[in-house]
């Protein structure tokens, strides 16, 4: 009888023991789907201010990479009219230097008719070449794309007065080496900002958050790509192109002094060498009021 019962007593511990392994194996395998997930995601900010009385809506693209969103870019597109923005504003790397501007195109079709928009270029629109990086930019003024290159424009929106900045990415002497450095533009923006309207700048590159801070009430950037991969609660990301392993600046809201900053995680997909990992790319929405 205590023969039977020790028999018993292991095989309920060798179950038991398969029990815990097959928890942890089915665990892990949720884990890693549901980390590679990568449906559009829309991430809303609100930022206040004594400057704004009358909400303005904004919707932020970033390094979208010319990635596809549907049929004819229709996911991203209807994704951003459903949320009714006032102003569409880019902040680089619209386009890829590898991947052809047909989606890029779809979408500033679907949108450009119906918002106003602003653009500003990111390292991969540069590292095209020359000829390509001219056809992007073209395209751009075809749809009646706004180019903010070292350019502050004011405008009115649901009847408040804003500035619109914008700087050319770093990368820039790819193709010109006799422009304007992007230290010069930003040094520009920052005193043609100071006719005390609420201003925000578009920059493709978080990582000079400390060039951007108390010369412009918001900053809207991208590069970062959400830092690839996170762990939501631990990481917020693992690498970022110049900022390198356990980016500061990897996708969020910053705040230093009279400056917030949002980071875009970006819209790129099938364009990056390494799956995003709990990041999904996201269309961001910001209501300034």
Known sequence: MKKIESITNKKMKINSKA????????????????????KLYIKKYVIESDKIEN????????????????E????????????????ILMTGD???DIISDTNTEYFLQGIAEKYPCYYVTGNHEYWSGSTHFHEKMSLLEQYHVNILSGILE?????????????????AVYLIDPNTQHFTEQLNQMKMASENGYYTIL??????????????????????????????????NGL????????????GGDYQSGSTAMIVSRGLA????????????????IIDLQ
């Open 154 to 170: 004011t405008i009115t929106v649901q009847g408040e007065t804003i500035n619109l900045c914008g700087v050319d990415d770093p």
């Open 269 to 284: 997909r099938e364009s990056t060498r390494i799956p995003r990992f709990y990041n999904r790319p996201e269309l961001v």
């Open 19 to 38: 029990i815990i392994k097959l928890t942890i194996i089915i665990a892990f395998i949720l884990f890693l789907i549901v980390g590679l997930y990568n």
């Open 55 to 70: 909400r303005i809506r904004i919707a932020l693209i970033s390094d979208l990479h010319s990635c596809q969103y549907g």
């Open 202 to 235: 578009l920059s493709h590159r978080p990582e000079y958050f400390d060039l951007y801070v108390d010369s412009f009430d918001l900053v809207l950037c991208g590069h970062a790509h959400g830092g690839q991969w996170r762990i939501p609660g631990l990481l």
């Open 72 to 87: 004819k870019q229709r996911e991203l597109i209807d994704a951003v009219d459903a949320q009714h923005p006032d102003l």
């Open 94 to 96: 619209i386009f890829d």
């Open 239 to 250: 690498y970022a192109p110049d900022q390198g392993l356990f980016p500061k600046y990897a």
